[in-house]
């Protein structure tokens, strides 16, 4: 009896740990939501009341038709998606070479890679816009993809890395013995098996490309070439902050990343616990 | 089919040599056995012949053409590996077509070869599953179905039935070898299990170190080992090893007596090679002994009698040393009592103490009784 107590004492407290983290950081979310649809007039009458008496959806129609948000949305998706996909395709090769070649360098590449994690970016945006300018590459979301791809390689190359070593060598050599080229054997047996981890790499770095701020605001100055966070950033202007238009640019900018997510949750969760249980 | 030679194999990782001049002529249609203990370099020779490892020195050839260069893919061997390595994500049809499939068959021959393999190996009603929905033997099954399936010119099995528990192991064992005698196939098969050698071999190589110690048929291997190694290698219970020195006969001229100790243990012809030290090594094997209760024989005493239901194993100490006696008489003895032993000259076998090769008698060439 006292035992079964405990555990049900001990299963409360662990409900309880969980609400409260998730509700901590749901919050958040949950504000931005809440003022995206407070009308202007309300929004410091009621600003400490967790539901607004009326609500609107003023505020998403005025940034849809009176602002340039659709473009920074469009330049974002782009930026975002060209980096992921870039990005992920190195990775794989790079990673696929870290597991299974062992070649002369690969100490000191791999050491390399591991530097450029190693310090804060504010510290290259200078030396980064001094080499983009000349080529033509600031104001250009060329040239923020080839940042980005090159800020984000190193870790999806570990990442991957990480999930083709949860592949058995066995395997490869079995289907190269069974008549496969090397090539073949990956794309046919190991790429089918390191899905989720190809998944994982995805969104990671889509998530990482689609928020980043401080190259896109930069690099690119003209508002043609900006991304969403700038765009943001135009909410605010010398004299007052238009939250409302703002939180309602930000629940859209929400959009694509939950989508995306959602098609990839099922592959995702499953990637971030391979390796913890032998196939 | 094939025939595989290998000449002067040699095989370094960095400044390690695994193997150390390998040389063996697998004949068409033969089956070989390597067996050795763990990290003698088995599997590396066999990753050599399917390719998935550099060849550093020597030559391999298969039917007479020199492989050292070629992929995997173009050596048209099957392997058949420890973790079975069946494809996770594909039914066990799937499993079997993919090595045909890569070989551009056409669908309807495809499906016959799958179809007959399955029958052949019981795999029909299992050929939706995936891998993971099989059990042990069953997975063994498939792995053996998709290297028999593509019909190549020889099988490489590096130690198929390891992960599998006794009793089916000595199953998979008779099936593989049943199969074997069906198909006529070439094939090499690495085991650290001297029983498996024993029982499936048409020769075995024994190999440590990166060397092969001998090659040739099971019973002679058992009969006529040529060095230490071997001798104590393949047998179990193991051949008893003792510490002996040779004593010039004064009876017979061509004669010498073989001591442990004080004790004599038999006259026997001596070595073309004497060493100056008249130490040696003498080997008997446990079941060729006889013992009795009465007076005339080697004393010994008994230490412990360990009993394995077809036999016993009785451990004995003579003349200061221990030594296994096996039989499959119901002995009455226990521990502490008194008995002698006797041994047949010609079931006694003398080994250099440094170099552990076999002294053979002058008159005796390699034959053994
Ligand atoms: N890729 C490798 N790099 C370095 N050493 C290796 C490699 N593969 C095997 N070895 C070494 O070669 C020796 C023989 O290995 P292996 O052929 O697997 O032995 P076996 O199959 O007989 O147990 C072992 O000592 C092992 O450590
Ligand atoms: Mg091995």
Redo the contacts with the bound molecule.
């Keep these: 009896m006292k035992h079964c107590l405990k555990v049900r004492l001990y299963w409360i407290l662990h409900y309880a740990l969980l609400a409260l983290f998730v509700v901590f950081a749901l919050f958040p979310l949950y504000w931005l939501v809440k003022v995206s649809i407070t009308p202007n007039d309300l929004l410091y009458s009621e600003g400490v009341r967790l539901w607004p008496s009326h609500t609107t959806f003023a505020h998403y129609v005025s940034v849809l038709r009176h602002t340039a948000f659709p473009l920074f949305f469009r330049n974002s998706v782009i930026v975002a998606g060209a980096t992921s996909v870039t990005s992920t395709l190195i990775a794989t090769a790079a990673g696929y070479c870290f597991s299974r070649f062992s070649f002369t360098g690969k100490f000191l590449i791999v050491g390399v890679l591991m530097v450029t994690q190693m310090f804060p970016l504010v510290m290259i945006v200078a030396p980064i816009f001094r080499l983009l300018s000349p080529l033509g590459l600031t104001n250009s979301l060329t040239g923020l993809v080839i940042v980005y791809t090159a800020f984000n390689v190193p870790f999806a190359t570990f990442l991957m890395q990480s999930f083709f070593d949860a592949v058995p060598r066995d395997l490869e050599e079995a289907a190269m013995i069974d008549g496969a080229s090397r090539f073949r054997a990956f794309r046919s047996i190991i790429v089918p098996l390191t899905l989720p981890g190809l998944a994982a790499t995805l969104g990671f770095v889509f998530t990482a490309a689609w928020s980043e701020l401080l190259f896109a605001l930069m690099l690119n100055s003209s508002s043609d070439a900006s991304t969403f966070p700038v765009g943001l950033l135009a909410f605010v202007s010398k004299f007052s902050v238009d939250f409302g238009q703002m939180m309602a640019a930000g629940v859209l900018a929400l959009l694509p990343v939950c989508a995306f997510f959602l098609l990839i949750q099922r592959h995702l969760v499953q990637g971030l616990t391979a390796g913890a249980v032998k196939g | 089919m094939a025939a595989i030679s290998i000449k002067g194999v040699c ?1 370094k ?2 400044t ?1 040599s ?1 193997l150390r001049g390998i040389d063996l002529e697998v004949r068409d249609g033969e089956f070989i056995v390597l067996v ?12 050599l012949i399917a390719g998935l ?1 550099e060849i550093t020195t020597g030559e391999i050839r298969v039917d007479n053409r020199v492989i050292n260069e070629l992929a995997p893919k173009e050596r048209d061997l099957a392997m058949v590996f420890q973790s079975y390595a069946l494809y996770p994500h594909m039914t066990v049809r799937e499993n079997l077509r993919f090595g045909l499939s890569l070989r551009g068959i056409p669908r309807e021959r495809m499906e016959m070869l799958v179809q007959g393999v399955s029958e052949k190996l019981g795999l029909t009603g299992l050929l939706e599953r995936k891998p993971r929905q099989l059990s042990g033997g069953q997975r063994q099954r498939v792995a053996m179905g998709r290297a028999i399936v593509r019909e190549p010119k020889a099988f490489l099995f ?2 198929p039935l390891s992960n599998l528990d006794a009793r089916l192991r000595e199953q998979m064992r008779y099936e593989i070898r049943r199969l074997y005698l069906e198909l006529r196939t070439t094939s090499i098969y ?1 085991t ?1 299990d001297q029983v498996e050698a024993m029982t499936m071999a048409d020769r075995i190589v024994v ?1 440590n170190d ?1 060397i092969a110690q001998q090659v040739g048929p099971p019973q002679e291997l058992y009969d006529d080992p040529a060095n230490l190694f071997v001798a104590g290698f393949i047998g179990a219970p193991a051949m008893n090893l003792l510490e002996a020195t040779l004593r010039e006969d004064s009876g017979a001229p061509g004669d010498v007596t073989v001591m442990i100790g004080s004790e004599a243990l038999a006259a026997v012809q001596r070595p073309s090679s004497m060493p100056v030290t008249g130490r040696v090594i003498a080997g008997i094997r446990p079941e060729r002994m006889s013992f009795g209760a009465d007076a005339n024989g080697i004393p010994a005493e008994v230490d412990l009698v360990e009993a394995t239901g077809i036999g016993m194993i009785m451990h004995i100490k003579a003349g200061g040393q221990l030594l296994k006696i096996y039989t499959t008489d119901r002995i009455k003895f226990r521990s502490g009592d008194r008995l002698a032993m006797h041994i047949d000259p010609l079931d006694l076998l003398l080994f250099d103490v440094d170099s552990g090769k076999r002294l053979r008698p002058l008159s005796q060439g390699a034959a053994h009784p």
């Design positions: 095989k990782y960095g390690v695994v050795g203990p763990s990290g003698c370099g088995k599997s590396t020779l066999l990753r490892e590096d130690e690495v650290h190999m990166g």
